[in-house]
């Protein structure tokens, strides 16, 4: 999320009250969360190995209740509760005002159907088509020759939650949903909209029905996504990726360009270019497909293994060793 207007450390660390290290003057720019971090963007690190991933990011300032080491590495400013102060600078700095946004544009020969609900600040490019019942919520932007069928909702909150004191707290989402030139998007998908960042859906990728796409999620160039397939918030999903329906993908992962993510596969670590992928969780397809194969074989070797056993006089109970 970019500030409107930039803010110092100095000035900012006045007025939450808190405490803080590194030059007074140093600007920030904006709020990140990782891994779309940029020069000049704030974050928060209330737990240590959290704080020492952000370290080796490019944040410019971490947000954090680790006091120790004070003096090492990036700027810091200190608070009990880095989660709730940050959420406050998001909606001080971030969120736009109600004179900030700006008037809905849709292009030429676009067609939107009377049922659709659109959005303020919504941008959307020529020759589209909005099915019925489509939501666009504000501040979606939407390129040329897009499709979108029928119930699908664009640009809802990010699911972003943090459990505290027996509760969920959340942080509001402020950042855009864009859909860029020849996508298509099958009926009853939902696409949320970035928390500080925006959720991208990449030139020429083809989404099936009832598929859903986190916050803050980058879907690459003509990627395809099956039936009921789900990426969570915060992944990256490089270019001329296929997911097949029923597919999960965890956070904060890299799925590699021309990867392959088969049917019903879980999908809990990053994957590299070209592979291919399934099970759950999803290992190497070719290494699933020879363990499947064994599986079989022992079902198949277990009536004769038993046989011998009491051929022989041997305990049956043996072949659990075996």
Known sequence: MHFKNTVN??????????PYTGPSNIPISGLGLYPFIKPGDLVFADHPGYLHLLEKSAATVILTNQSENKTRGKCKIFV???????????VRYGIPKAGDIGK???GKNTRIHPSAVVGKNVIIGDHCTIHPNVVLYDQVRIGNNVTI?????IGSDGFYFQRHNGQLRGLPSTGLCVIEDYVSIGANSTIDRGVVSETR???????????????????GKHC??????AVAGCTIVEDEVCIWGQAGLKSGIIVGK??????QSAVLSSVPAGAKMLGSPAIDARNKMREVATIKQLTRIAPRLLKWFSLTGKDASQVSAI
């Open 149 to 153: 069928h029928a119930n699908s909702v």
């Open 80 to 90: 009990d509760d880095p989660y709730a102060v940050f959420a406050t600078i998001m």
């Open 258 to 263: 021309g990867a392959q993510i088969l049917a």
């Open 9 to 18: 450390l100095g000035q900012l660390a006045r007025e939450i009250a808190a």
């Open 201 to 219: 859906i990449g030139q020429g990728t083809k989404i099936d029905n009832q598929v859903h796409i986190g916050h803050d999620t980058r879907i």
């Open 224 to 229: 395809v996504l099956a039936g009921c397939s």
């Open 104 to 106: 809905t544009r849709i």
